[in-house]
């Protein structure tokens, strides 16, 4: 790289790998994407696979003035290692993914959690700007949440902080896949209400078809307001633990807009008598949050991320940095 290079402000490529698509863009200093692209995630063709996908998406978007690669995954996530522990959807144990993707693009490279990743771009550029406790709550297939405490983006001792999704809010409740009775996860997860929906003899495919049906079917107001009821008593849990300044939904089932945050606002006051409950926001970040906030991790290593003063102050790890032969 030449010196007239190296005066240039750093870009970077963000990576985003979903069980369905990954999604990667290149981004300038600002944090705005210059070029976007999405390829299928091959998961069923095995894990040599996806890993061969990403390294393809990272690649096709790499070259100058690019100075680092945000990847961020799903699963149990080995931050400073750039592992993916364990993603049961994508087949990978133990893949050192960042390691693949450094060695082919000759960057250094930073692995996150998607959704620790969503955060950390909600924090910069959505609702969570200035906000220094802040709970940010993914609703999908399961559920998950990033968690900024103090102005600091909470990882945990083992690495797995955020597992909202198994909260215990029902007493020998639901079956969740986790093994564990009573999660959240087990009623407002989007496949939990599907399945919980198709169980009264009704039919449908995805949670909105579901929400769809609100106030036409007494059997989705049923199954919605368990749901909305559940997430809400989880809510008290973690506020009373962090004491959350604002708590921000995302993901696929935060479309549901006021028949999501409506009830869950009522839930959650209820459960805090003493006490006012956080404001309960959607998120407008929409289905990339995650990509983002792969951008600002790298963005951040290479202390070009903007509006850096307010980043979360723990969202510069250890790069993983090429191989060299």
Request: charged letters at 20%; aromatic letters at 2%; proline letters at 6%.
């Amino acid at each position: 790289m030449t010196g007239t290079e190296t005066r240039r402000p750093a870009h970077v490529v963000a990576v985003d790998l979903g069980g369905t698509t990954i999604k990667a863009a290149r981004y300038n200093a600002h944090g705005i994407a210059e070029e976007t692209l999405r390829i299928p995630t091959p998961s069923s063709e095995g894990p040599d696979a996806v890993v061969a996908a990403v390294v393809q998406a990272a690649r096709a978007l790499v070259r100058p003035p690019v100075r680092a690669v945000g990847l961020c995954a799903p699963g149990l996530i080995d931050t400073d290692g750039g592992i993916v522990r364990f993603a049961s959807n994508l087949g990978l144990r133990d893949t050192p993914l960042a390691e693949a993707v450094s060695e082919a693009v000759r960057l250094p490279v930073l692995l996150e959690h998607d959704v620790r990743a969503a955060c950390l771009a909600e924090r910069q550029f959505g609702l969570g700007a200035g906000v220094s406790d802040l709970l940010v709550v993914v609703l999908g297939t399961g559920l998950a949440a990033g968690i900024v405490s103090d102005g600091r983006l909470l990882r945990g001792a083992t690495g797995i902080a955020g597992e909202f999704g198994h909260i215990p809010v029902h007493a020998d409740g639901e079956l969740c896949t986790c093994g564990q009775r009573g999660c959240v996860e087990a009623y407002a997860a989007a496949g939990a209400l599907v399945r919980r929906y198709c169980r009264t003899g009704n039919t449908a495919d995805t949670a909105a078809d579901i929400t769809a049906r609100l106030d036409s079917d007494p059997a989705a107001d049923r199954v919605w307001a368990e749901a909305t009821d559940a997430l809400g008593r989880a809510l008290v849990t973690s506020t009373v633990l962090l004491d959350h300044q604002r708590i921000v939904l995302a993901g696929g089932m935060a479309a549901a807009g006021p028949r999501l945050t409506d009830p869950v606002r009522r839930s959650l006051q209820q459960g805090l008598a003493w006490r006012t409950a956080p404001a309960v926001e959607i998120s407008p970040l929409g289905a990339d949050a995650g990509l983002l906030g792969a951008a600002l991790h790298a963005l951040t290593a290479t202390g070009a991320a903007p509006g850096q003063g307010r980043a979360c102050r723990d969202a510069s790890p250890r790069a993983q940095t090429p191989r060299r032969a």
